[in-house]
């Protein structure tokens, strides 16, 4: 097959989740200095969305040099190299390219960049060049939003403010939302959560109309995973036998404190940074069986060969996106859903599950503009739904694993952090180190809504936001 041919078919490969035979015929194609030209971007894509960090990275280096001067090939590798994690890399290059790179582009990227490796000053100066060439920009009013406190008598603020009437109408409706989600953080600093309040519901509004939430579907997707994997499910299969390995996850609701506890376990000597991966699910990719009733039909060896190839594929994946170590941390979005087979697969993994107080919880929800395109959290009546099922499904977890599931209050953990995070290390064997109390010193990546957030330390602003909120919060008491 020649390389072109070999290119092409890495697609149909991840289409029928073979992602093994891809990342074989991805690392055949850089091996062999293959001459895809172009075809080199689609790789790239293609890499990173299975999970192998190391290929896309290098494909992405091939596709550059097929005209390493063009701004927007440099500004696609950079973003490429970001999103696999790699941020410092990826502001090395665009920072060496500066000059062939428009002002906006590069101030915006820059700012995003630096706001991630937790250097706010420097994304603060560049958001703001990127706003003043160009203020109708809401993504960058979102990102400096989410970095900066506003205060009353800001010039931010004001300027902010005065381009509310710009973005009312048009129809750059994917544009606009992200402004309304800026504008209401910069109110609710300020102490006006009404009228802040209206400015969220605006950007969700618009956010809903894109794509519903179907709560119904929803519902029955978490019941199907209770009635399969049940007690009897597990009493019938036995977990990876001499695993060794013990991974840490996170579980929770978005917004509950999931990279809050991520920042402050990643600042100990012997846990390697980690965040939201998305390696579990990549891992079960092409094993259908796992999760499966026909599951229990099979021979142990034939189980127990499934759940090994899934836990080598999870630990391959999860070296390649952050550095060697004895202990992860997986965060990913939805891993209550996976527990079961996460406890087949490591039985000795150690499973964290933080909650916060539901009424605060939710009206953090509402407020946050989800890159990831949450669609249950444009609601309130919707988040309401998520939140009854993902708390169902964690109960039927807690019934089964029982002491196997560690949890965590959110507020004790800011408010009582040493003698909190002492019990906690003593559930992970780990030794209580003082560095984990300075972790916004960590210059770890952040690549979620708490970007801002965790650059401070442990403090109680968060608890009781709700207090003084609509009645329409009421449902979550």
């Known amino acids: 097959m020649n390389h072109i041919d070999l290119a092409n078919s890495v697609l149909s490969d991840i289409r029928n989740k073979k992602r093994q035979n891809a990342a074989k015929k991805i690392t055949q194609l850089v091996e ?6 172009e075809k080199w971007g689609a790789i790239t894509r293609l890499a990173l969305s299975i999970g192998e960090v190391n290929l896309a990275i290098k494909s992405a280096k091939n596709y550059l040099c097929i005209a390493a001067d063009d701004p927007k090939r440099i500004i696609q590798v950079a973003g490429i190299l970001a999103e696999a994690g790699r941020v410092q890399e990826a502001i090395e290059l665009v920072e060496s390219n500066s000059d062939v790179l428009s002002d906006i582009t590069k101030s915006h990227f820059l700012g995003t960049a630096y706001s991630q490796t937790g250097q706010l ?3 603060q100066k560049h958001l703001a060049l990127s706003i003043e060439k160009n203020p109708h920009i809401g993504i960058s009013w979102l990102t400096l939003a989410a970095i900066h406190h506003f205060e009353k008598n800001d010039k931010t603020l004001q300027k902010l403010k005065e381009l509310e009437p710009d973005f009312k109408g048009g129809d750059d409706i994917q544009n606009h939302i992200p402004y309304w989600f800026a504008l209401g953080k910069a109110l609710l600093d300020i102490g006006n959560k009404s009228e802040a309040l209206t400015k969220f519901s605006i950007g969700n509004q618009l956010m809903a109309k894109k794509t519903p939430f179907n709560g119904v579907a929803y519902t029955r997707y978490i019941d199907s995973i209770i009635s399969t994997q049940n007690k009897q499910y597990f009493e019938k299969i036995s977990p990876l036998q001499n695993s060794k390995d013990s991974p840490i996850f996170i579980v929770g609701l978005p917004r509950s404190g999931t990279t809050l506890l991520q920042q402050v376990l990643s600042a100990h000597s012997e846990i390697s940074m980690g965040g939201e991966s998305n390696c579990f699910s990549l891992a079960l990719a092409g094993i259908e069986l796992l999760g499966d ?11 127990n060969s499934l759940l090994e190839k899934a836990s080598d594929e999870y630990l391959h994946l999860m070296s390649e996106k952050y550095d060697e170590s004895n202990y992860y941390v997986d965060k990913t ?4 859903h996976q527990i079961g087979i996460i406890k087949l697969c490591f039985p000795n993994a150690k499973i964290i599950k933080i909650h916060r107080n539901a ?3 939710a009206w953090s929800c509402y407020r946050t503009f989800f890159n990831q395109g949450l669609l249950w959290s444009y609601k309130i009546d919707d988040i309401g739904v998520y939140f009854a099922q993902e708390n169902k499904l ?6 089964i694993f029982k002491e196997g599931i560690y949890e965590l209050s959110y507020e004790q953990l800011v408010t009582e ?3 909190t995070l002492k019990l906690l290390m003593a559930y992970l064997n780990l030794s209580f180190e003082p560095a984990m109390l300075k972790f916004y010193m960590n210059k770890s990546i952040v690549q979620t809504a708490s970007v801002g957030q965790v650059r401070s330390s442990f403090n109680d602003k968060s608890i009781g936001s709700t207090n003084d909120m609509p009645k329409i919060f009421d449902q979550f008491i």
């Open 359 to 361: 009424k605060d919880n």
């Open 417 to 419: 952090s040493e003698s």
């Open 394 to 399: 964690f109960r039927h977890w807690k019934n």
């Open 293 to 303: 009733p026909k599951l229990v039909n099979q021979d142990k060896n034939k189980i």
């Open 333 to 336: 979005l939805n891993l209550n």
């Open 32 to 37: 062999e200095k293959a001459n895809l030209q």
């Open 121 to 123: 000053t420097e994304a």
